[in-house]
């Protein structure tokens, strides 16, 4: 709620400087906030039963999608791992029951019939097996065999896996990068699945049989996998949402009916309340009420017979306990407008806040009042009563802390927008006070009652004060078509 500037007809404590033609407000202390104008969050209703399954299978749908990305990642790399294995196996037989018997020593001198011979094997045994590179490494890093020729001859370094390999003779599988310069012909095609491991010719020599398998069969065994995995998985989530649904609908069913009996209880309760307040209310407006307005005439009927018989100081008694009466009767009014709030709409805002301001006449406090009936009425009953209690607090205040001598209460618009707040502006020319001290000071509870008031209305509140210069209190009250 935007919050309104000084209102130029604000009065002035008397020590204020005045501008001519006007009032200064340069120099006045700043404001302190004691409500922002932030109504508290409400409690939201319970969502339908519609509204429920319809979230439900969303969050379903969600887990679902979660749950299949990370099945997809796992599923992948569970067939990369059994692929490698398989890789690792297959390599194992062909290296041991087809190349290792074909070898022959003078493969390693270069002899064309040796690389002939083992040529013919390989791409009449070992390719066919979803090979697509074959390599024989000698150990100093020369290829003495490749079923592509180019590479034949070239000496490439060994890395650390392959040389420990032919040190400690063992079965190594792995997903190749393809990034070393001996595969620049194997890059063409993607991932391939790498397997070295030692080999010897019939004298003994160690040599490093490495061989390059298609990653195609990863990727089809994977999705093999999630296929699996997302049957299984739909199955059972569409299993729960069918077992789940009516016991939702009925755990709703339930929570909606407790909810309507704990409404219907507090509408019992308030209207209970209401009415116990009503008859409060009248019976003190039929009785104390009425007779302290019978005694007040009649004691004022007998201070005037006692003026008219000449004996002032019988008749001025007389009339100080009759002023008390009428102050009496007065509080008591208020107080009904406090038992019984709806009497505050039906007497208005300006005549119960009159009521308000009327005793403090009798301890020689002035109180100019100016209520805007019809800005009075934009308000909500709730907001009626926030208004109303906020100026009894602040009255409240004058008579036991201000020493004030003069009291200026206005309701007025905030400006000519309709959607603007309506501001209640409560000023004295008392002592004042320093408004930065009151959450340090006890016995200051009607204060926080007020700020809780305006917060539960989204009104704003604020005081601005400091010692000798008085206190003004301001109270922007938001517009409301209905009551509460």
Known sequence: MPV???????PQPPD????????????????????????????????????????????????????????????????????????????NLLALAVVQPVLQDALLTGDPAAYAALDQVVRARVLPNGIVRVKLWAPDGRIVYADETRLVGQHFALGDEQSETL?????????????RSENEFERYGGKLLEVYRPVWTPSGS????????????????????????????????????????????????????????????LRRAVDASARERRRIAADL???????????????????ESARAQGRSALSSTIGD????????????????????????????LATAVTDLARPLAGRGIAVSVDVDGEQ?????????????????????NVVRHAGATHVWIRLSADGSDPARPVVLRVRDDGIGFDPTLLPRLEGHFGVRVLADLATDVGAVLRVRSAPGRGTLWLLALPVQKEDG
């Open 4 to 10: 309104p500037a000084p209102h130029p007809g604000d």
């Open 376 to 396: 009075a009425a934009r308000l909500g009953e709730l907001a009626q009563q926030v208004a109303h209690r906020v100026t009894r607090e602040c009255l409240r």
């Open 206 to 265: 160690e040599l490093l049989f490495e061989v390059y398998g298609d990653y195609g069969p990863v990727s089809t065994r994977a999705f093999d996998l999630w296929r699996g995995l997302a049957g299984v998985l739909a199955s059972s989530l569409l299993l729960l949402l069918v077992l789940m649904a009516p016991i939702i609908w009925r755990l709703l069913d339930r929570l909606g009916t407790a909810q309507e009996q704990r409404e219907s209880l």
């Open 16 to 91: 204020a400087p005045r501008a001519v033609g006007g009032r200064d407000h340069r120099d006045l202390p700043p404001w302190w906030t004691l409500a922002d104008g932030v109504a508290p969050a409400r409690v939201r209703p319970l969502p339908s039963r519609r509204r429920m399954l319809v979230q439900l299978g969303l969050a379903a749908l969600v887990v679902f999608v979660v749950v299949m990305v990370g099945a997809s990642f796992a599923a992948s790399r569970l067939a990369e791992r059994e692929a490698v294995n398989d890789a690792a196996h297959t390599t």
């Open 167 to 179: 040190v400690a003779p063992q079965t190594r599988a792995e997903v190749s990068d393809l990034d």
């Open 321 to 348: 306990a009759a002023s008390t009466v009428r102050a009496s009767i007065a509080s008591l009014r208020s107080l009904l407008v406090d038992i019984y709030p709806e009497r505050l709409a039906d007497a208005g």
């Open 285 to 303: 407006h039929d009785g104390p009420v009425q007779d302290l307005v019978a005694s007040s005439f009649a004691v004022s009927g007998a201070a």
